[in-house]
């Protein structure tokens, strides 16, 4: 499972050296990084971007944290975009705050005052000690929490409810008489299924989204293990191992909510 990071600077010039830094051990395959964002808390303690890594877009991951830490600093979504744009930005209003926990968002508030900059990286990593020894270096001081992906078991159980109210109102409307009655259920019914197909679209977009992050992923690791030395290759074919397995979970969950949508969608 990847981790977040979060290495705090009072210079950008150091957080643009942390940057360099990460991308130094993913080099040496002591870490995987996926991706990075530089942000500056402002003198009104809103975020802005200054840099990221890979410059393409930012994802679900990334997108995740930056949504949560936006949203603790009490800024708007697009104040914090800044330079990113692409495949995530446009949606970031529409990341959830369930990756990471209040914990962690709180103590990264405490550390990131106004004036000052932070790197935030996905990585995976089999020990602390190589980051932890060049952020310290740089004079950083790291946070960390593993990724969670409590939104897959959330709209998995999320299309569930929806298609149990729907199945309700459609049972009750087959017993019901009354006219009057029945125009309130056939309202109620279109409600229910108004609600489903929102909960199925959902469940489409993050499966989509998760099946093209595990894609970047991959790739980004069998890149870096086509160069890595024997020892660390090793290490590099057992993160792939266990990429291929979590988000087998996670499709697994979508892939289950959007059948239950669909099944109760049809007439």
């Known amino acids: 499972m990847s981790k977040f990071i979060v290495i705090t600077f009072p210079e950008e010039a150091k957080a643009s050296a942390a940057v360099s830094a990460l991308q130094e051990l993913h080099n040496e395959g002591s870490i995987t990084l996926y991706g990075t964002l530089v942000v ?34 009490g800024g708007p979504a697009g104040a914090a975009i800044g330079l990113v744009a692409g495949r995530g930005a446009g949606g970031l209003g529409g990341f959830v705050h369930t990756q990471v926990s209040d914990e962690f968002i709180e103590d990264v508030s405490q550390d990131l005052k106004s004036g000052m900059f932070a790197v935030l990286a996905e990585i995976s990593e089999q020990w602390t000690a190589p980051v932890d020894r060049r952020m310290e270096g740089l004079g950083g001081k790291v946070q960390r929490e593993y990724r969670g992906d409590v939104i897959d078991d959330i709209i998995e159980k999320r299309a569930e409810a929806r298609r149990a109210w729907l199945d309700e109102k459609k049972a009750v409307r087959q017993t019901q008489k009354a006219e009057s009655m029945a125009a309130k259920l056939d309202q109620e019914i279109a409600d229910a299924r108004d609600k489903l197909e929102r909960a199925a679209d959902k469940a489409r977009r993050s499966l989509n989204e998760t099946k093209q992050e595990l894609s970047e992923k991959l790739k980004t690791l069998e890149d870096q293990a086509a160069k890595a030395k024997p020892d660390v290759k090793a290490q590099l074919d057992q ?26 969608l049809r007439p």
């Open 40 to 73: 500056e808390r402002g003198a009104d303690g809103k975020l802005v971007t200054k840099q990221r890594t890979p410059e393409a877009a930012i994802g679900a991951g990334l997108g995740s944290l930056l949504g949560a830490l936006v949203g603790a600093f």
């Open 239 to 264: 993160r792939i191992k266990d990429l291929r397995q979590e988000f087998g979970e996670r499709e697994k969950k979508l892939s289950h909510a959007w059948d239950v949508a669909q099944e109760a």
